[in-house]
Structure formats: C-alpha cells, structure tokens
C-alpha cells in the first residue's frame, strides 16, 4: 500500500490498457508538494493518458494512484476538486469574452460571486488585460489566450495543476513568458505537473521523468539526469533513452 508522505501525487505500478495496447507499462513515480514536475516524451510516449489518470477523468487498468491524498478509483470527484487541468486547447470558451470565461470557470468551481468577482478584477489587473476583458477568446493572439487558460486552471487556488503540453505551437518568447508564469504558481504553493515534449524545458523543472513508449526509462533532476547519460543537454538525454 501507499504510505502517506509530503508527497502530493503517489503512483505504484500503474497499467493502463486500451485492448492489448500497453498505453502505461508499470509506472512508479512520487511527486513532492511544490514541485515542478516535468513529463516528458515524444508524442505517442503514453504522457497524456496517464495525465487523464491522475487527474480523474480516467481510470487504470491496475496499479495504485493518490492524487492530493485521494484515491482516484474511489475519490475521483475530490481529486478534481483539489486540482487545475489545462489542455493543449488550452480548454476556454472561444464565443465568450475574456471575463465572461473567468467567471464561467469560477462558477464551476463553486466559488461565491463575491470572491469570483474581487480575483477577477486583480486577474485583469496582473495580466493587463482590462482594455480587452471584453472581446473575444476568438480574437486574441495565441499567448494571450494561454495566459488567460493557465490562470483560469488556477483560478479556485487547486493544490495541483495539470498542464498537458500547454506550451505547444507557441513561439519561444511566448514559451518563456508561460513559464514565469508556472514559476510565479509554484512560488505560491501550487504543485505543477507539465507534460512537454520540447526538451528545452526540462531544464525549468525541478525533476524530469523522460517516458519511451509506455514506460518511464529516466527519473531525475535535469542536472542528474545529465550526468548519468553523460550528456550535454536535455534532448541528448532523450536521444540516448529514445535509442
């Protein structure tokens, strides 16, 4: 069984299984409270489907799997409770205005209008976005609209937050700007959990788990990870593990 520790997300052996495909072969991994935690792989490398897994929407085959204390077979509802999820979609409501998603997303929450209200204004405020809050997600460049989906996902103060390769398609000042973001998140508490696939960020995280066709083949800090494949940088560690 898993032990209760000042890890936030426990996983022991989890399968999951579509027919005879393996999409998740035996992944052992902890993440501690805090952290930022990078997944990385190619795409097809099983990253998504696990991160489905953990944030409730799916269930595993087999294997244990805690997530903010919960058991995402029995408590799937109090997972999503306690977390943030942002899709490469970036998972906003392209026919309505920049508030009108805010606070859509604060009523599903079930946040009271009075608090969705007042973190409204300072979300305007911090993201410089009171001259646009009421045009359309449609109409706005795509780093703007990836702001306003990270912090929509955190909107209701979640212990975790799922970002599912949120930077792709984006351009490299965009990508740099997303992550102070994920940085400034972390600094208040919040554990980030981001599935990439561009090595580069790697480097951003605390500590990397490098997934190859369904099985986790590195687990480290960049800098250890490095060192025991005797490699230079982050993509020639996932050439030699791709190998």
Request: aromatic share 12%; charged share 30%; glycine share 8%.
């Amino acid at each position: 069984m898993l032990k209760h520790t000042d890890n936030i997300i426990e996983v022991k052996d989890l399968v999951k299984k579509f027919g005879s495909f393996v999409a998740n072969d035996h992944l052992t991994f902890n993440v501690k409270k805090g952290e930022i935690f990078g997944f990385l792989g190619a795409n097809g490398a099983g990253k998504t489907t696990a991160l489905r897994i953990l944030s409730g929407l799916s269930y595993p085959t087999s294997g244990e799997v805690k997530v903010a204390g919960f058991d995402v077979y029995k408590e799937g509802e109090k997972v999503k409770k306690n977390i943030g999820y942002m899709s490469q979609k970036f998972s906003l409501y392209e026919d309505l205005t920049v508030r009108e998603n805010i606070r859509f997303y604060g009523g599903i929450y079930g946040l009271s209008n009075k608090y969705i209200k007042e973190k409204t204004e300072s979300l305007l405020e911090r993201l410089k976005m009171k001259d646009i809050q009421n045009s359309l997600i449609k109409s706005l460049p795509l780093g703007w609209k990836q702001k306003i989906a990270f912090s929509v996902a955190i909107f209701h103060n979640p212990k975790i937050v799922f970002l599912d390769e949120p930077t792709g398609g984006v351009d490299p000042i965009t990508r740099r700007d997303f992550w102070e973001m994920i940085y400034e998140a972390s600094d208040l508490g919040i554990t980030v959990f981001v599935t990439t696939h561009y090595m580069d960020e790697a480097e951003y995280c605390d500590r990397v788990s490098i997934m190859d066709q369904g099985r986790i083949e590195g687990l480290d800090t960049p800098g250890e990870l490095k060192k025991q494949f005797n490699a230079k940088n982050m993509d020639e560690v996932f050439i030699k593990i791709a190998r």
